[in-house]
């Protein structure tokens, strides 16, 4: 059985209720477990976010209305290391960096009015964007949180970490243009110091830097 066929069968015992069980259906798909899994986490995060009226519509109805353009979407960060995916996803949401930082900060339950804390953030999340930190190290719960304000399942970007290659020094040209981008931007000011290790910050840099054994 394809794996579509298999999928409709799936979201037809469910519109039915009938409570369909998905390892199951994993078991009849074992050559594309997580392809189908990946199926099965969107169409339950969609459903979520529809309106309540509209959530027991047919499936083609349903599907016409969201899972294809949403599926589209997923799959152009297939190829994506994690950090053009986040730049992706946040151009996709038409969220700043900023947005995305404030947002990332209140699911994390920092403290948003900090300023300090909001510019380490930041600043950690734009050197995770371009690569100036090793993306093997991100924490999962960065991963979850990040996920889930871009309203996609984790596992996308969990394969877009693993993707991910990493210089362990940019080169310096590399490192004034992404500055002097950033400072256009308003985002950080070129003549700032790289903040130093401090222990008000240990949270945050855990965050990004949480496992020490991937470093290459």
């Known amino acids: 059985m394809e794996l579509s066929e298999l999928f409709d069968e799936?979201?037809?015992?469910?519109?039915?209720?009938?409570d369909p069980r998905v390892e199951d259906y994993l078991c009849r798909c074992s050559?594309?477990?997580?392809?189908?899994?990946?199926l099965i986490d969107v169409f339950?995060?969609?459903?979520?976010n529809?309106?309540?009226?509209?959530?027991?519509?047919s499936w083609q109805?349903?599907?016409?209305?969201?899972?294809?353009?949403?599926?589209?979407?997923?799959?152009?960060?297939?190829?994506?290391?994690?950090?053009?995916?986040?730049?992706?996803l946040s151009r996709k949401f038409e969220m700043p960096r900023r947005s995305v930082v404030k947002a990332l900060?209140?699911?994390l339950r920092l403290d948003t009015k900090n300023q300090a804390k909001v510019e380490r953030f930041h600043w950690q999340y734009h050197r995770l964007e371009n690569n100036f930190i090793n993306p093997k190290q991100v924490?999962?719960?960065?991963?979850?949180?990040?996920?889930?304000?871009?309203?996609?399942?984790?596992?996308?970007?969990?394969?877009?970490?693993?993707?991910?290659?990493?210089?362990?020094?940019?080169?310096s040209t590399e490192m004034k243009i992404a500055a002097r981008v950033a400072e256009t931007r308003g985002i950080y000011r070129e003549r700032s110091p790289q903040p130093q290790a401090?222990?008000?910050?240990?949270?945050?840099?855990?965050?990004?830097?949480?496992?020490?054994?991937?470093?290459?």
């Open 50 to 57: 529809l309106p309540s009226g509209f959530r027991h519509q």
């Open 139 to 171: 924490s999962r719960r960065l991963l979850e949180v990040a996920a889930a304000v871009f309203q996609i399942p984790v596992s996308y970007l969990e394969d877009a970490q693993q993707r991910s290659d990493y210089l362990a020094t940019a080169p």
């Open 44 to 48: 339950f995060m969609a459903r979520h």
């Open 10 to 18: 799936f979201v037809e015992e469910y519109n039915q209720d009938k």
């Open 105 to 107: 900060m209140k699911r």
């Open 31 to 38: 050559s594309n477990e997580k392809k189908f899994q990946n």
């Open 61 to 88: 109805l349903f599907s016409e209305s969201f899972f294809s353009d949403e599926m589209n979407s997923l799959k152009q960060l297939e190829p994506m290391a994690l950090g053009d995916a986040l730049i992706y």
């Open 198 to 216: 401090d222990d008000q910050f240990e949270e945050i840099d855990q965050l990004f830097m949480e496992v020490k054994d991937n470093v290459e």
